[in-house]
């Protein structure tokens, strides 16, 4: 009789100490969870060059409505949003389709092709990190450093195009 008691109480004492390894675990995985949440802090660390447009380039890109909008979803990532990439991934491939295709005569030269395939390239990049479950707070945040610079870029080229169109060079005779 005395053996089954201090069986029961064994078994008891075992029990009871694996509930509190369980909640134990519990608790670090949410903190595990809570440090993959990027923040707006987070986004603001990223060095990287920001490289906006010129008020001269505005009458060029203004009916550039692709453009525009792939610019306002590349401004939402600073806040964290990422709707631009989550919400409708066809309106998202359309939008990029559009950005290339519909490039103002203005604008169109390879130098600016190129910048917008590479923005392409890392938009598509960064909605299929941000989309994978095991993707880390690391690659993430590598992915939206990407997708600046590339929009830097592209900013940077068109600006260059722009200013080099409004030079009047005379040349000699």
Do not use: H
Not at 23 to 32: F, G, H, L, P, R
Not at 71 to 84: L, R, W
């Amino acid at each position: 009789m005395k053996f089954i008691k201090l069986l029961l109480i064994l078994a008891f004492l075992f029990t009871a100490c694996n509930k509190d390894q369980k909640e134990i675990v519990v608790e670090d995985n949410t903190t595990v969870l809570d440090s993959l949440k990027i923040t707006k802090k987070d986004i603001s660390r990223l060095n990287y060059k920001d490289i906006g447009l010129d008020s001269k380039t505005n009458n060029v890109i203004a009916d550039w409505q692709p453009y525009l909008n792939v610019a306002n979803g590349v401004e939402k990532i600073k806040t964290p949003d990422f709707s631009f990439f989550n919400s409708d991934t066809d309106m998202f491939i359309s939008t990029l389709r559009d950005l290339e295709e519909t490039i103002p005569q203005e604008v169109n030269t390879n130098p600016i092709k190129s910048r917008i395939l590479v923005l392409k390239t890392m938009l598509f990049k960064f909605q299929e990190i941000e989309s994978l479950k095991t993707s880390t707070k690391k690659e993430k945040l590598t992915a939206i450093k990407q997708v600046f610079i590339a929009m830097s870029n592209l900013n940077l080229q068109i600006n260059k195009k722009v200013e080099k169109d409004s030079q009047t060079i005379i040349k000699p005779y």
